[in-house]
């Protein structure tokens, strides 16, 4: 997360593989969050496409 939000080019979206990871990822973005606004949104998935 640090690698990702200190590039030049911001993300728009942060995949995560599994709900551990995702949960990593929120904690960071809510013990960095700067000033200005920066609102993470979380999209589920369960299940598998045929």
Do not use: Q
């Not at 939000?5 to 995560?16: N, Q, R, S, Y």
């Not at 606004?37 to 496409?49: A, Q």
């Amino acid at each position: 997360m640090k690698t990702l939000l200190e590039a030049e080019a911001k993300p728009t979206a942060i995949f995560c593989a599994n709900d551990i990871t995702a949960i990593g990822a929120l904690k960071f973005l809510a013990l960095h969050r700067k000033k200005g606004g920066y609102n993470p949104f979380m999209f589920g998935k369960i299940g598998y496409i045929r």
